[in-house]
């Protein structure tokens, strides 16, 4: 009773309310949130802290950036939910909050733009800067195995290099990106390499133009890092994913070179194996932590993802 009257209390206010319906969204720093509501940090940050303290949002420190997203557990989670499924779509107030939402996620995904269409080329050699890709290369050729693929969905694809990895075995392969500079390398790379059966595509990993349960390995090297909504992302690759099929999620584990955000536009630093886990509840998925590779600073970690169904026969 007391954490219901606590979590109650925490959402009662009308600042509250519209910061729940805008985590629902993305998940979004007291920076963002700023922009967004008009309001001063400090007002913003005390509002944080009670709803944090109320069970209502989740907080996560990543080097200099805190985070904010609705709780994933818990009463207070369950409540937010039912708030941010009660709220009118068609609020005034929420629509001008929406669109000035949608301003902010815009700036994030323009910034990885610009930093892809300046570094395009050289893209394969900055990633070789922060991880040994040989090494990474041949743990995930280890872990997909021979067998045939069917469709190959590789989110992300930059210069193609999973698809040209893959794509031999692949009845089917493709690949999306936003940025035309990758996808323009990414074509180049897979006609000189006689990759027929291998396509790629303008597209946004958040909403991907594919029916449900299409892929039966849906590939993010390195990408989940320059996210708006990782959560996100995953959940639209539970939707495309087969029956029977796998996620294989690359990426760095946790780290703190602040530098990779202003350099080289990453939004996040790292990912936790606890962190990766509850995306894929979310998603009704169940991921693995398979393989972690060491490096200094940078550590890769390799997730297979699997709908939580299809796992759980497999066990049996």
């Not at 300046?118 to 040989?134: K, P, Q």
């Not at 099929?245 to 194996?273: M, N, Q, T």
């Not at 995306?279 to 932590?289: D, I, N, P, Y």
């Given at each position: 009773m ?35 509501l ?7 940050s ?31 989670a ?11 779509a068609?609020?005034p ?25 300046a ?25 997909v ?20 990895l ?8 493709l ?77 760095f ?36 932590l ?27």
């Amino acid at each position: 009773m007391t954490d219901l009257l606590s979590a109650l209390k925490g959402a009662a206010e009308a600042t509250r309310l519209r910061i729940l319906v805008l985590l629902a969204r993305a998940e979004l720093t007291v920076t963002e949130l700023t922009q967004v509501l008009g309001q001063s940090q400090p007002r913003l940050s005390r509002h944080l802290k009670l709803m944090a303290e109320a069970g209502l949002i989740d907080r996560f420190r990543e080097g200099a950036w805190v985070f904010h997203r609705p709780a994933a557990e818990g009463i207070g989670a369950r409540l937010a939910a039912e708030v941010v499924a009660l709220a009118r779509a068609d609020d005034p107030v929420t629509q001008r909050d929406f669109a000035r939402l949608d301003s902010v996620l815009k700036a994030r995904t323009q910034a990885a733009a610009d930093y892809f269409a300046a570094n395009a080329e050289s893209w394969d050699r900055i990633r070789a800067l922060h991880v040994a890709e040989s090494e990474v290369e041949a743990a995930l050729d280890r872990i997909v195995g021979p067998g045939r693929i069917d469709f190959l969905l590789d989110v992300g694809t930059g210069t193609g290099r999973m698809l040209e990895l893959f794509g031999g075995r692949a009845l089917r392969g493709l690949g999306i990106d936003l940025s035309h500079e990758m996808l323009a390398i990414a074509r180049a790379r897979l006609e000189a390499a006689g990759l027929s059966q291998c396509q790629v595509r303008h597209g946004d990993l958040h909403g991907m133009a594919l029916g449900d349960g299409v892929a039966d390995l849906v590939v993010f090297h390195q990408v989940l890092h320059f996210a708006a909504d990782p959560q996100a992302a995953i959940t639209e690759a539970a939707r495309v994913l087969s029956p029977g099929g796998r996620i294989l999620l690359v990426d760095f584990l946790p780290h703190g070179l602040e530098e990779l955000r202003d350099r080289h536009a990453h939004r996040r630093l790292g990912f936790s194996p606890r962190e990766v886990a509850a995306w894929g509840r979310q998603a009704k998925l169940e991921f693995q932590l398979v393989e972690t590779l060491t490096g200094d600073p940078l550590s890769v970690g390799i997730w297979l993802g699997r709908h939580a169904a299809a796992a759980s026969s497999e066990r049996a």
